[in-house]
C-alpha cells in the first residue's frame, strides 16, 4: 500500500474492503437496547413547557457495543460480542434482537445482580427531544469477572481472532483486572487491541494498540486543558497520552472539526467532510469498529484515519443509532481518496 493517503488507485481501494470479508473481531463491552420512539409534535403540553409526541412507529435495536457489533458485521467483517445481560424480559428481548441479526450469543453472559441497560429515546418531528436511560454502572462482582474472564479466554483458544475491540460505556462490565487479563493474553498471541474508552478506566487500558477517545474523553482522562484548535497543544496532549498508556496509535475524534492521528511516523489532524448532520449517536461506534478493521487488514495509520472519518461523518446523516452502509462507505471513499483517471 502507498505510504501517503493523498490518492489510492480504485483496485486499492477497493482490496481493503475485500480484506475485511476475511477478519474476525472480538468484541467487549458494555451492551444495551436502545428503543426508539418516533412521532410528530404539533403542540405544547398544557400541564408543562414541553412538546407533546403523537407516537406514529416504535423501534428496538441493539445499542452499545452490540452496536460495534452490527458495525462490524456490516462490513463484511465476523463479530463475536462479549458481554453480561441481565435475567430479564429486556434480556431475553436481546438475545432475540441478536438472533435476528444473525449475531452469535456465545459471548453472552447472564447475570442476576443486574438489568439489561435500556436506553429510550423520543424522536419528534425528526428530533431527538429526550432520552430516558434504565441500567445499573457498579461493576460485574468478582466471580462474574471470573466468568467472563474464561469466557474471552475459551473464545480466543478456539477462535481466530485478528483483532479486539474494548467498547467502554462505563456500565460496570470492564474493569480494571479484565483489562490487563485481555492485553496481557492478546500482546502474547500478537492480536491487536482497539480502545473506545471512557472516563473511569481511561488510564487503564496500558499496552493497547491503537486508542480512540473523543476530544472530551481526552481532555478528562488526562486531566488537563488545551485549546485543541492549536496543533501544538492538541499534539503535546497526545504525546502525554501515548507516553502514560504506551500504546502505539492514537486516533482522537474531533467530531465537526474531523480527526486527529498521532502515531509513530505520522501526526495529523483529517478534517471533516462536509454533511448534512441528523444525529451524532453511534459515531464513535463507527468510527472505531472501521479503525479497528483497517488496522488488522495492516493498513497505515494515515489511511485508517481517513477511512475512519469518512465512516463516522456518515452515518451522523441517519437519525438514531444505526450501523455504517458498506456500499456507501466504500463508494464514498473511492470518491475521496481513490485517484482520479
Not at 482490496?15 to 437496547?33: A, C, P, S
Not at 413547557?49 to 456490516?74: D, Y
Not at 483529517?270 to 448532520?277: K, L, V, Y
Amino acid at each position: 500500500m502507498p505510504t501517503s493517503a493523498a490518492k489510492y488507485s480504485e483496485k486499492e481501494i477497493n482490496q481493503i474492503f475485500d480484506r475485511f470479508r476475511k477478519l474476525r473481531v472480538l468484541i467487549i463491552g458494555d451492551v444495551m437496547i436502545d428503543n426508539y420512539m418516533w412521532g410528530k409534535v404539533t403542540r405544547i403540553s398544557p400541564e408543562a413547557p414541553v412538546p407533546v409526541v403523537s407516537v406514529t412507529r416504535k423501534e428496538q435495536r441493539l445499542g452499545g457495543a452490540a452496536n460495534v457489533a452490527l458495525n462490524v458485521q456490516a462490513l463484511g467483517a465476523t463479530p463475536i460480542l462479549c458481554s453480561v445481560i441481565g435475567v430479564d424480559k429486556e434480556g431475553q428481548r436481546f438475545l432475540e434482537l441478536m438472533q435476528e441479526q444473525k449475531l452469535a450469543p456465545k459471548g453472552i453472559l447472564k447475570s442476576r445482580d443486574r438489568i439489561t441497560t435500556v436506553k429510550t429515546r423520543v424522536i419528534g418531528n425528526n428530533h431527538h427531544l429526550l432520552r430516558v436511560d434504565e441500567e445499573i454502572e457498579h461493576d460485574i462482582t468478582d466471580h462474574e469477572t471470573d466468568l467472563f474472564e474464561d469466557r474471552i479466554t475459551y473464545l480466543l483458544d478456539t477462535q481466530k481472532i485478528d483483532v479486539i475491540i474494548f467498547e467502554d460505556y462505563d456500565k460496570g462490565l470492564i474493569t480494571q483486572p479484565l483489562i490487563k487479563t485481555v492485553v496481557d493474553i492478546a500482546r502474547k498471541r500478537k492480536v491487536p487491541v482497539v480502545v473506545d474508552p471512557k472516563k473511569k478506566h481511561f488510564m487503564n487500558y496500558q499496552g493497547a494498540t491503537l486508542f480512540k477517545p473523543n476530544l472530551k474523553e481526552l481532555r478528562e482522562g488526562l486531566k488537563i486543558d488545551f485549546n485543541h484548535a492549536s496543533e501544538k497543544e492538541l499534539t503535546k496532549a497526545v504525546d502525554l497520552l501515548k507516553t502514560k498508556l504506551k500504546i502505539d496509535l492514537a486516533l482522537i475524534t474531533l467530531s465537526e472539526h474531523g480527526i486527529y492521528v498521532h502515531g509513530r511516523k505520522v501526526k495529523k489532524r483529517i478534517p471533516a467532510h462536509i454533511r448534512n448532520i441528523a444525529d451524532v449517536s453511534g459515531a464513535g461506534d463507527t468510527v472505531v469498529s472501521v479503525a479497528a478493521l483497517c488496522l488488522a487488514a495492516g493498513l497505515k495509520p494515515e489511511l485508517i484515519a481517513e477511512i475512519s472519518n469518512i465512516a463516522g461523518g456518515l452515518v451522523c446523516e441517519s437519525v438514531g443509532v444505526v450501523p455504517v452502509d458498506l456500499d456507501q462507505l466504500q463508494e464514498e471513499c473511492l470518491r475521496t481518496l481513490a485517484k482520479k483517471k
